[in-house]
C-alpha cells in the first residue's frame, strides 16, 4: 500500500528497483551468501540503472532526486532479503561518497564522484577502530603533516567494504592533544603504500558484505586529498549520521517485514495436530503483535524521515526510529524462527538469515545505548 509520502515518481522507482531486486539479485542470494560475497559487478549494474546516483546532481552523473528516492532504494534493495547485499551496495553511495559530495574540494569531487555513481569505484567509510567505537572522539589513527603529505598511523576494524574498496574515507586525528576538535577526512585510495587490508572478518550475519580491519603503516596521503577543512572532520561525520541511521532504521522496516512474510507462510503451510499452525490462537497472537510492531516501526520511521526530507531538525526522531526499528527486526525475526520450530534453525530456510542479519542492526551506526543517549540528551536538554 502506497505511503502518502512518496509520489507517483518515488513509486515508479519502487516498481523499477523492485523488478530489479526480484529477476537479478534476490534469485543469486543463496550462492552469494554461501560465498560469503556478492559480485563487484552488481555495482555497476546498478550504476548502469541509475540507482547509485539517485541523490547526487546531474553533475555528477546523478540524477538530482531527494532523499525520498534514496530511502525508496534502500527499502527495496534491503528486499532481496540479505541485508548484507544492501549494506554493501548502500554504503559505497549512502556513507561514503556523501563526505566527498558535501565537503571536498572540487577537484576530490571529479575525481570520485562520478566513478562511484557508476559503480566502478567502490568507496567506504573508516571510522570505528578497535579501541574506539561509539566515541568517535577517541579515535587514535594519527595524520601528520610532513610538506605535501599526511603521513598516516593507525588501523580500523569493521569497515564496511573494506576489503575491495577503491577508496577509504578515514577519520584520523590532525591534532591528537584536540579531542573531537582535532579530527579530520582523508581519503586514502587502494594501493596507497602503507596502507594495507589486513584480514576480512568473519561474521555472525551479513555475510554477502565484506567487512575489513584495516592497517595504515607510515602511510602517505596527498594532502589535496583532504576533505573539507582540517580538524572539522567529526562535525562533516555527525552530519551524515542522520542518513546513515535512517539508512539503518528503513533496513530494520524491512527486515521486520520479511520476517513476518517468513512467519506467516510457514504457520499458513506447516499442519500439526490436524490443523494449520496459523488457526493455533497463541502463533496467532504472536503473528499480530509482530504485525502491530512492524507497523508503529515503520511509521515512526516515515516520520522521522518526513522531517529529515523537509530540512527539519531529524536527530532525536531519526535516534528513535533507528533504535525502535533496529530493535523491532531483532524481535519479529526471532518470533518468526520459533515459529518455524527447529526448522528455523536450519540454514536452509530463509528466517534464520533473516535473524542473524538483523542482530548487528542494534550495534552498528551507534548503538541502542547510543540512541537512547542521544534522546534522552535532547529531552533533558531540550
Excluded at 175 to 194: Q, R, W
Excluded at 202 to 214: I, P, Q, V, Y
Excluded at 317 to 322: F, G, I, R
Amino acid at each position: 500500500m502506497a505511503h502518502w509520502l512518496f509520489q507517483e515518481e518515488h513509486e515508479l522507482l519502487r516498481r523499477s528497483v523492485r523488478s530489479w531486486v526480484e529477476k537479478e539479485v534476490k534469485p543469486r542470494v543463496p550462492e552469494w551468501e554461501e560465498k560469503g560475497e556478492f559480485p563487484r559487478e552488481l555495482f555497476a549494474r546498478a550504476g548502469e540503472l541509475g540507482f547509485l546516483g539517485l541523490t547526487f546532481p546531474e553533475e555528477y552523473g546523478g540524477s538530482g532526486e531527494d532523499y525520498l528516492a534514496g530511502a525508496v532504494f534502500v527499502e527495496e534493495v534491503y528486499r532481496c532479503g540479505s541485508a548484507g547485499v544492501a549494506a554493501g551496495l548502500v554504503a559505497s553511495t549512502g556513507i561514503a561518497a556523501p563526505q566527498i559530495y558535501k565537503f571536498g574540494s572540487p577537484e576530490l569531487k571529479e575525481r570520485f564522484l562520478p566513478p562511484t555513481i557508476r559503480g566502478e569505484k567502490i568507496g567506504a567509510l573508516a571510522v570505528t577502530e578497535p579501541n574506539a567505537g561509539s566515541d568517535v572522539a577517541s579515535l587514535q589513527t594519527t595524520a601528520r603533516r610532513e610538506g605535501d603529505y599526511y603521513l598516516v598511523n593507525g588501523s580500523k576494524v569493521f569497515i564496511t567494504n573494506g576489503v575491495r574498496a577503491d577508496y577509504v574515507v578515514a577519520a584520523v586525528k590532525t591534532d591528537p592533544a584536540a579531542g573531537k576538535n582535532g579530527i579530520s577526512l582523508l581519503v586514502v585510495e587502494k594501493g596507497t603504500p602503507g596502507f594495507s587490508v589486513v584480514r576480512k572478518l568473519d561474521k555472525l550475519g551479513w555475510h554477502t558484505s565484506d567487512t575489513a580491519e584495516l592497517v595504515f603503516e607510515d602511510c602517505r596521503v596527498p594532502r589535496g586529498n583532504l576533505v573539507g577543512q582540517e580538524n572539522l572532520g567529526f562535525y562533516y561525520l555527525m552530519q551524515n549520521f542522520v542518513w546513515e541511521r535512517l539508512s539503518m532504521a528503513l533496513g530494520g522496516v524491512v527486515g521486520a517485514q520479511l520476517a513476518l512474510e517468513e512467519a506467516l507462510r510457514y504457520a499458513q503451510q506447516r499442519v500439526q495436530f490436524g490443523r494449520p499452525l496459523s488457526k493455533f490462537q497463541a502463533i496467532r497472537h504472536r503473528l499480530a503483535e509482530m504485525a502491530a510492531r512492524t507497523e508503529t516501526a515503520r511509521c515512526l520511521t516515515y516520520h522521522a524521515l518526513a522531517l529529515f526530507v523537509s530540512g527539519q531538525d531529524a536527530v532525536t526522531a531519526v535516534a528513535m526510529a533507528k533504535n525502535y526499528a533496529c530493535e523491532t527486526a531483532c524481535y519479529v525475526a526471532d518470533e518468526a524462527l520459533q515459529i518455524h520450530g527447529g526448522y528455523g534453525y536450519m540454514m536452509e530456510y530463509p528466517v534464520q538469515r533473516l535473524w542473524r542479519d538483523a542482530r548487528v542492526g542494534t550495534i552498528g551506526g551507534g548503538t541502542t545505548e547510543i540512541m537512547r543517549e542521544i534522546i534522552a540528551a535532547r529531552l533533558v536538554n531540550g
